[in-house]
């Protein structure tokens, strides 16, 4: 930790009231705020916004008035909304706003209207999740704009504010109330001139950014939200003359636009929909504290992401054993069972006697209480040269992300979705694997029925997989999708490991699983990353990486399963069987219910106290300000030796201050007494190759004294 924070004062501790509200500034200025932050917009003579004020630092970070939005329709550029004639643009002065003008040729503020926060789709609530309200509480201002050359053209632009976190959205909606169509060239949704987070005279490559993060849920290609961010671009002002860098080129201003395109044609009648871009303001540059406010917004815009219920990957489809799975994924405690890769299911067969034989395994399934899905496979793959996605350099298939995808608006691909859905339905499935989604790969056709050439390819295909996304949403079909679709409704996403690491000898895999959940935590809950289990021979290795004949290997068992439930984490037990004696099973109930007793906590944040190296002990720390356990941690001895030795957990997030019982595994209590940082030192003891873990809670009798640091 490299602060210290007054509890009650911490948005991230307590759950503070910090509602959202407009005001009104006079006859021509309004403003969204919740207590954490600001945005306020001159209404006239056009709408602009004029400060972003940080209320926790109390930093101004406006330092440009920009455009709303920008448009290009029908290959013609205009601004929406803005205000010309800002003397310099390093800092804005209130008095010079009654200065400036509007541009004629922008489309002009008319209107504006304060409302709810409207959920972008529904979410059915069919399993364990946690308490996060949906849609978020908050409040909406939608401005309404028109350009008098383009009558019957009208813009939204729609900003939401939301209780309790630093956050707000912006998206903007275009209406063609006209007899024609018009076309979308491309846009930008957003358009921030901020202050710079750091000057530089000669040329650079690592610049430092502005203290605030953009998220989208156009996203694709990637793990994680930065690598799968596709709309979010840092890029100079130009106009920004008196900047003291000698090129002009200090990254100070954020868009929020496409890559490509939409080139999106809008029938009369209709209204195009932008995707939607979260603005997350942080208050400290801190990599924890940034780090719990990006889980915080994720939880709360995609807060099916806390639905975490414990899996096993079936590797066959062989009825009896299949049935002997479910049966065994059913005495230990299991939720879920997924036909994996490679069991031999297809879901895009729809024959009747297909979806019959997976409708009585499904039947089967709930009999037990247990909920059944499959895997399917999207793109990394070839169809035929009529429906692959066309490189737009060669004219031919291939050459995309991952060499060949078939193009999701191709014949093949609208009714490879319908497929999907008549199995799904069919079969009264609860979830999908999703492999391979669409990672963005453009197509250059122009013969597939589902968009025009390149330029509209992008946008459609996105737009085909989110709709599709939002409708297993709908449903509560759960979605395991190795992709950032979390935003569009997916609900977990790969916590980040290296498959091939699978093949490693079997005793260094649950020190590499440990890494990489430490790893994957600093930007994803627990709930929201999957991690993997190899029962059986995975990605070679043989028989040392193996751990089948499971009763032969139950330490190494037993670690996997301490290391991935330790973390909250939900690992894919990838495997045949999940016991194949009574000494295996028990430990596997032994784990499950551990995990169960402890959920609350175990599926709250991880705070990343010393990452796993196989010299010396690590720590999972959970913690949570709300619930009756608000801290627990979990430390794992990799070595051969038991060690005993002091540890230091920063228990600040916890809302925990002063004295706090120490309970172990065994419910035997200890006391302890938390430092001016909110730090407790506690001698510990753990064996070879061993677990131990601590529940940490308010003190509420006392216990055996423990050496704490003062």
């Not at 939607?276 to 208050?283: K, N, S």
């Not at 070839?382 to 992300?401: F, R």
């Amino acid at each position: 930790m490299s602060e210290v924070r007054v509890l009650h004062h911490d948005w991230l501790v307590d759950a503070l009231p910090t509602h959202s509200r407009s005001v009104t500034h006079g006859t021509n200025e309004i403003s969204i705020e919740n207590g954490l932050i600001r945005r306020t917009f001159r209404i006239a003579p056009n709408a602009a916004t004029v400060a972003l004020d940080n209320l926790m630092t109390g930093e101004s970070m406006l330092r440009a008035v920009k455009a709303e939005a920008v448009l290009e329709i029908d290959g013609r550029s205009y601004d929406v909304g803005g205000l010309k004639g800002q003397p310099n643009l390093a800092f804005l002065r209130p008095d010079w706003l009654d200065r400036m003008t509007a541009d004629a040729k922008a489309f002009q503020f008319r209107a504006y209207h304060v409302g709810t926060v409207q959920a972008p789709m529904s979410w059915k609530k069919a399993r364990h999740a946690g308490n996060e309200a949906w849609p978020p509480k908050g409040i909406s201002l939608t401005f309404d704009y028109v350009q008098p050359e383009l009558p019957g053209i009208d813009v939204q632009v729609v900003y939401e504010m939301y209780d309790g976190i630093p956050s707000l959205m912006k998206r903007i909606a275009i209406h063609n109330h006209t007899s024609m169509p018009i076309r979308l060239n491309s846009f930008k949704s957003e358009v921030l001139g901020l202050v710079e987070a750091e000057s530089e005279v000669d040329s650079y490559n690592n610049w430092l950014l502005p203290n605030i993060d953009a998220y989208s849920d156009y996203s694709f290609n990637g793990m994680t939200s930065v690598g799968a961010s596709k709309v979010i671009h840092w890029v100079a002002d130009p106009a920004y003359g008196s900047q003291v860098n000698y090129s002009l080129q200090t990254p100070c201003v954020m868009e929020s636009s496409p890559p490509l395109g939409p080139n999106y044609l809008i029938a009369p009648g209709l209204t195009f929909d932008s995707h939607r871009t979260y603005e997350l303001i942080h208050d400290s540059t801190d990599r924890e504290r940034k780090s719990l406010a990006i889980r915080k917004l994720f939880r709360m815009f995609a807060p099916w992401s806390t639905e975490n219920p414990i899996m096993l990957h079936l590797t066959t489809t062989d009825p009896q054993k299949a049935r002997e799975a479910m049966d065994q994924a059913a005495e230990c405690g299991f939720e879920m069972v997924i036909f994996s890769f490679g069991s031999g299911l297809d879901a895009e067969d729809v024959s009747a006697a297909n979806i019959a034989k997976y409708k009585a395994f499904a039947d089967y399934a709930h009999s037990k209480g247990l909920q059944l899905g499959c895997y399917s496979l999207l793109a990394s793959r070839s169809i035929d040269p009529e429906n692959d996605a066309i490189n737009a350099s060669t004219g031919k298939p291939g050459g995309m992300i991952f060499g060949n995808s078939p193009c999701l608006q191709s014949k093949w691909g609208i009714n490879y979705f319908k497929h999907i859905k008549t199995f799904l339905e069919g079969t009264g499935f609860d979830l999908l694997e999703h492999d391979g989604s669409y990672p963005g790969d453009p197509c250059a056709s122009t013969v597939h029925p589902g968009h025009e050439g390149l330029l509209d390819s992008q946008w459609k295909q996105w737009r085909e997989i989110a709709d599709f996304y939002a409708w297993c949403r709908e449903r509560g079909i759960f979605l395991n999708v190795p992709d950032w679709y979390l935003l569009t409704g997916s609900n977990k996403t790969g916590m980040g490991y290296r498959e091939t690491n699978w093949s490693l000898p079997r005793d260094q895999q649950p020190i590499h699983a440990r890494q990489n959940m430490f790893d994957g935590t600093w930007l994803k809950a627990p709930s929201m990353g999957w991690m993997f289990v190899p029962l059986t021979e995975y990605q070679g290795g043989g028989a040392e990486a193996t751990i089948e004949p499971l009763k032969e290997h139950l330490e190494v068992y037993g670690l996997h399963l301490a290391s991935a439930f330790g973390y909250g984490v939900q690992a894919c037990y990838r495997g045949p069987r999940l016991y194949d004696s009574l000494e295996t099973k028990a430990l596997v109930v032994k784990w499950v219910e551990w995990f169960k007793k402890h959920r609350e906590i175990l599926e709250s944040d991880v705070i990343h106290v010393r990452r796993a190296d196989g010299r010396d002990l690590d720590v999972a720390l959970h913690v949570n300000s709300q619930i009756a356990e608000p801290a627990l941690a979990v430390i794992y001895n990799p070595t051969h030796q038991s060690i005993t030795k002091e540890i230091t957990l920063p228990l600040y997030y916890s809302g925990l201050s002063d004295k706090v019982s120490i309970i172990d595994e065994h419910e035997k209590s200890m006391s302890g007494q938390l430092d001016r940082a909110y730090r407790l030192t506690f001698t510990v003891t753990v064996p070879a190759m061993g677990v131990v873990s601590y529940v940490i809670k308010k003190q509420t009798h006392l216990g055996h004294p423990l050496r704490t640091s003062s």
